[in-house]
């Protein structure tokens, strides 16, 4: 958000140069949060910017020190740096400070400019901008902290979850082994419904989890070589039940052997969610079509169904958290909307991507690109 604000305040305002700093670690420095610069000015930035800036004997600083913009008309006579080597592209400086209801510094801009008289109205202006920006900045922060406080009791209540879960999913695994005893028919049918629902469960606290370490960027992966198209069938084994209870069509061709370097678990997340996602949303008599290929050095992925589709309107949104598609949400088609929020971003650590094909027709097909791993060839 800070680079386009920048840019938007450049452009609007006809500055050259622009540049945005935040309080630094150490006492006395700001840390560069943002840049820009218009055509033909480029070099400017690392002449003018850097990755941090010392306070003292700078704009920014003075800007700092101060509750109202500071302009500079003479950059060769009050340079904005110490070691400032006057440019003929540049007349003035503007600092503006970015300050917090409380009054507590925000940020600093720095707006450089090729004009040599500014106007009165011009600091108006970047007075106003400045207000809007810590109102932004302020908002921005007290949505972040709701959003964490909202993750942290998830991830909470998720792992007060798992316990019991697994606790019931133990005993219940000794109930069907006959340990304590031959059961009937009926006390079987009901422990497997146990089983499934508890399963369910599982799987969704895992989902709650995964979507709490990929919201704090602190999700895992243990990497190795793993074989894509072995995986996509084992996929298809573990869901095959479910296909067959609609009497859906599950095939599976895949170039053998398709290598990537990853996670074995994660990428096998992200194909049981959406080969499992194509089952769920494909009505009875149906098809999916799972596909792995070579192409040009990377691995793809595609899972084609016949089902209820998704709307063009609503594809954008589809990664998101949460978000589920109103042609699920119309059939009462029950769904947390993390599975391809998490796939997507299994597929990012992966430095990879995942799409929804822009194909008209029945269904929905995914596509997911891999890089195969650099031993690849060992393997074809």
């Given at each position: 958000a800070r680079p386009r604000m920048l840019a938007a305040v450049c452009q609007g305002l006809g500055f050259e140069v622009g540049l945005a700093w935040e309080p630094g670690g150490d006492e006395g420095t700001l840390r560069s949060v943002a840049s820009y610069a218009a055509p033909g000015c480029e070099d400017l930035i690392a002449r003018l910017g850097g990755e941090e800036l010392t306070i003292s004997g700078s704009l920014a600083g003075v800007a700092a020190a101060r509750s109202d913009p500071v302009i500079c008309t003479d950059l060769e006579r009050d340079p904005p740096r110490e070691a400032h080597q006057p440019d003929p592209r540049l007349d003035c400086a503007f600092g503006v400070p970015?300050?917090?209801?409380?009054?507590?510094?925000?940020?600093?801009?720095?707006?450089?400019?090729?004009?040599?008289?500014?106007?009165?109205?011009?600091?108006?202006?970047?007075r106003v901008i400045g207000s809007q920006i810590a109102q932004f900045v302020e908002r921005q922060s007290a949505e972040e902290e709701t959003q964490r406080v909202k993750d942290q009791i998830v991830a909470n209540v998720s792992h007060e979850l798992r316990t019991p879960l697994t606790a019931i999913d133990g005993w219940v695994h000794v109930l069907l082994g006959e340990e304590p005893g031959p059961l009937t028919d009926e006390q079987r049918r009901f422990l497997t419904i146990v089983k499934r629902n508890s399963d369910r469960l599982m799987r969704l606290v895992g989902d709650l989890l995964v979507a709490g370490q990929v919201e704090a960027g602190k999700l895992r992966l243990e990497l190795d070589d793993v074989d894509v198209a072995e995986l996509a069938r084992e996929t298809a084994e573990l869901v095959v039940t479910s296909a067959q209870s609609k009497r859906i069509a599950l095939e599976v061709h895949a170039d053998e052997p398709v290598v990537v370097h990853g996670d074995r678990q994660r990428l096998g997340q992200l194909l049981s969610n959406l080969v499992a996602n194509a089952i769920k949303f494909t009505p009875e008599d149906g098809v999916v079509d799972v596909r792995v290929a070579r192409r040009s050095g990377s691995c793809r992925i595609t899972v084609r169904d016949t089902g209820i589709g998704i709307p063009r309107t609503e594809r954008e949104h589809l990664f998101e958290r949460f978000y589920r598609a109103s042609s699920a949400t119309?059939?009462?088609?029950?769904?947390?909307?993390?599975?391809?929020?998490?796939?997507?971003?299994?597929?990012?650590?992966?430095?990879?991507?995942?799409?929804?094909?822009?194909?008209?027709?029945p269904g929905a097909v995914f596509v997911v690109e891999l890089p195969l791993s650099t031993r690849e060839e060992v393997y074809s």
């Open positions: 970015v300050r917090a209801r409380s009054g507590e510094l925000i940020a600093v801009a720095e707006f450089f400019s090729s004009r040599s008289q500014p106007d009165e109205g011009l600091l108006d202006t970047l119309d059939r009462g088609i029950t769904g947390t909307g993390l599975g391809l929020a998490i796939s997507k971003a299994i597929a990012e650590s992966h430095e990879g991507t995942i799409e929804i094909a822009d194909e008209d027709g």
